[in-house]
């Protein structure tokens, strides 16, 4: 089955963490999100994010969600080429002074933010092209000079992988616990 990119009327669903099987897992035209797709390099897209000297009142969609229509067909683009890519909006990732941001992650993976993007295509196709090589890559890490060019400089954030379960130790020097 091919993905088409997202409708509007998919797009209202965006609101849960779809990629969570607590949450019913749910991609943006609200069907169900197989499992396998949690080992997918999933990129979000705060769609509230404004450009630095655009006017609160502005008429008309928020940088961030023409960044996510834009993102979003890239990436369903990439999928019909085989790349396994999976996007999802989010109201805020508080990166407000580097809008409009990004998360790219995967499970078990390194995650990163990016941001100071515009809503431009060329934008969305460096976001999409990072994104892909960062699926491919066994722990999230991409060689800085096969980092698409649209993408350099757009880094804020870098996460460790979440430890799994019964590696590691809290803080205070005790096995992390569960619930």
């Known amino acids: 089955m091919v993905n088409a990119p997202p409708s509007r009327a998919g797009l209202a669903l965006r609101t849960q963490l779809r990629d969570h099987p607590a949450l019913n897992a749910r991609d943006p035209q609200g069907q169900a999100i197989p499992e396998e797709a949690s080992m997918s390099t999933w990129i979000t897209i705060c769609d509230t994010c404004r450009r630095e ?26 999928r ?14 508080m990166g407000c002074t580097h809008g409009c941001n990004v998360a790219v992650q995967a499970d078990g993976k390194l995650s990163y933010t990016l941001g100071r993007f515009e809503a431009r295509t060329q934008d969305a196709e460096a976001i ?13 890490q991409v060689p800085y000079r096969t980092w698409p060019q649209g993408v350099k400089g757009h880094f804020i954030t870098r996460h460790p992988p979440l430890p799994r379960e019964g590696e590691g130790t809290d803080q205070d020097g005790t096995e992390g616990a569960a619930g």
């Open 53 to 78: 000297g655009r006017p609160e009142d502005e008429a008309g969609p928020r940088d961030g969600a023409r960044l996510a229509e834009l993102v979003e067909a890239a990436a369903g683009a990439s």
């Open 80 to 93: 019909m080429q085989g790349e396994d890519l999976r996007t999802r909006r989010v109201s805020c990732l």
């Open 128 to 140: 999409v092209a990072y994104a892909a090589l960062h699926a491919r890559s066994d722990a999230g």
